[in-house]
């Protein structure tokens, strides 16, 4: 089938997945200044931010009413809204199962310990972002002196959790990016062994500005990359896929290893489906947007999620996520 064949198949025969849960963007403020940071873009200098009341009644209980079961939590950085453990608590306390993506580039042991006490279940994930073993490839893919701090704070969430004998399963991920390529194995072996966590996830390294239909088929794939670049990165993403093979505990992030390579030479020929129905996306300011990715398309202090999953708008961003695959995020 052609790849045209293919899209106007989706389009018009494709599901999409249903909505299952929320993906919060709790905070605008950050710690860390990463080159390929995904929210940047849509940060709102001044606008109100969500409190905890907001997020509890305008989205977690309506969530809980209309059968989602998983909560995202990301930023910004997290660990830096002021609510963060409330909002934990109201979500594992309404029976959300809570995935928190931090730096962990802060670290006050007395949140930890609050947090890790609220997520005490396998069902809830603390995921670090960790992209190397080595201090430069680290340094530079994060945008600072990084791997000096969050290093040893891993070490020490993994060591307080121990200590408290909580539940809670510890993950990190790694962008994967020709500075890091050829240290896969071994960030994986310090990750799992010395630092002691529960799984890595491998995600590809995207660039996206807004995505909208007229200009999704020309968003940048990280950069262009020299012949070099490309080949370490294939060999880069095979091995990701045969060390999954080997050990359950390292993931490689949404699709097979023929949607990674098509990733890296054509996009739009990735057969899987967009996923990134699976959640509400909900930004600092209460915006509802299709993906992390997507426009705006309304705002939870003017329209409830119901309201929202019936508009116009929202039935649209439907029919455009069936045929734009250009990318490999693990949204859900």
Not at 50 to 61: A, G, K, Q, T, V
Not at 67 to 90: K, Q, R, Y
Not at 175 to 197: E, Y
């Given at each position: 089938m052609s790849a045209l064949r293919w899209r106007l198949y989706k389009l018009l025969r494709a599901k999409t997945v249903p909505p299952q849960g929320i993906y919060l963007e709790i905070t605008d403020r950050c710690n860390m200044s990463c080159p390929?940071?995904?929210?940047?873009?849509?940060?709102?200098?001044?606008?109100?931010?969500?409190?905890?009341?907001?997020?509890?009644?305008?989205?977690?209980?309506?969530?809980?009413?209309?059968?989602?079961?998983?909560?995202?939590?990301?930023?910004?950085?997290?660990?830096?809204?002021?609510?963060?453990?409330?909002?934990?608590?109201?979500?594992?306390?309404?029976?959300?199962?809570?995935?928190?993506?931090?730096?962990?580039?802060?670290?006050?042991?007395?949140?930890?310990?609050?947090?890790?006490?609220?997520?005490?279940d396998p069902r809830h994930t603390v995921l670090a972002s960790y992209d190397s073993a080595e201090a430069s490839e680290m340094n530079a893919i994060r945008g600072g002196d990084v791997f000096s701090?969050?290093?040893?704070?891993?070490?020490?969430?993994?060591?307080?959790?121990?200590?408290?004998?909580?539940?809670?399963?510890?993950?990190?991920?790694?962008?994967?990016?020709?500075?890091?390529?050829?240290?896969?194995?071994?960030?994986?072996?310090?990750?799992?062994?010395?630092?002691?966590?529960?799984?890595?996830?491998?995600?590809?390294?995207?660039?996206?500005?807004?995505?909208?239909?007229?200009?999704?088929?020309?968003?940048?794939r990280a950069k262009r990359y020299s012949p070099e670049e490309k080949a370490a990165l294939l060999r880069a993403s095979a091995l990701a896929f045969d060390m999954a093979a080997a050990d359950p505990r390292i993931l490689p992030v949404r699709g097979t290893l023929d949607d990674w390579r098509a990733f890296y030479d054509d996009p739009l020929t990735i057969r899987r489906i967009c996923d990134s129905t699976a959640f509400v996306f909900v930004d600092p300011y209460g915006n509802l947007r299709g993906c992390i990715s997507g426009g705006r398309l309304d705002n939870i202090r003017k329209s409830s999620i119901a309201e929202y999953l019936k508009s116009r708008r929202y039935r649209r961003f439907l029919l455009f996520a069936r045929i734009c695959n250009i990318c490999t995020h693990g949204c859900s």
């Open positions: 390929m940071c995904n929210t940047r873009d849509h940060r709102e200098t001044g606008a109100p931010l969500l409190d905890r009341e907001e997020i509890r009644d305008r989205l977690l209980l309506p969530g809980r009413a209309l059968g989602f079961a998983n909560l995202t939590i990301s930023g910004g950085e997290p660990t830096l809204a002021p609510h963060l453990d409330a909002v934990i608590e109201d979500a594992a306390g309404m029976g959300y199962r809570v995935f928190l993506a931090s730096n962990i580039l802060r670290w006050e042991e007395g949140l930890w310990r609050r947090l890790l006490a609220l997520m005490d701090r969050v290093t040893p704070h891993c070490k020490a969430l993994a060591r307080l959790r121990s200590e408290l004998r909580a539940g809670t399963r510890l993950a990190a991920a790694m962008i994967l990016q020709p500075i890091n390529a050829g240290s896969l194995s071994k960030t994986a072996r310090f990750v799992l062994g010395d630092i002691g966590f529960d799984k890595l996830l491998i995600q590809l390294r995207h660039d996206y500005s807004l995505v909208t239909f007229r200009n999704y088929r020309r968003q940048a």
